[in-house]
């Protein structure tokens, strides 16, 4: 079992930046991938970026490349999206995912997550 507790969420004004962070615990050893995603009112849950754990190797969402910023601490377990140049249309709220089944691929679907944590609202006000 792996735990997984997101903070960081806020407001924040159009243009601002924003970092969450994804805390893991338990048997954290066997993450082979995290990942972000954000589900906004009415709309479904989406990919956001992902890193592979050991290499730290990462890919984004059209949605986010060069905005948001995907890296992690392995000795404190924990992932961090750092935000940037926030738009209204990112408001949403944001889910951390881990991955132990191993993978060579970045993965991008919701269903290739084995844990997630329950989520930090960003509202971004323009």
């Known amino acids: 079992q792996v735990q997984l507790v997101e903070s960081g969420g806020g407001l924040v004004q159009a243009g601002g930046s924003l970092r969450v962070s994804c805390a893991a615990s338990?048997?954290?050893?066997?993450?082979?991938?995290m990942g972000w995603f954000r589900q906004a009112p009415g709309k479904e849950r989406e990919f956001v970026t992902t890193i592979m754990w050991n290499s730290g190797s990462a890919y984004y969402a059209n949605a986010v490349k060069g905005r948001f910023t995907i890296s992690r601490d392995n000795s404190k377990n924990t992932v961090y999206l750092q935000m940037n140049s926030l738009k209204p249309e990112d408001t949403a709220v944001y889910y951390c995912a881990a991955r132990i089944r191993e993978t060579a691929m970045f993965l991008t679907a919701a269903t290739s997550y084995d844990y997630w944590g329950q989520g930090t609202q960003v509202t971004v006000s323009s």
């Open positions: 338990g048997r954290t050893f066997s993450t082979k991938a």
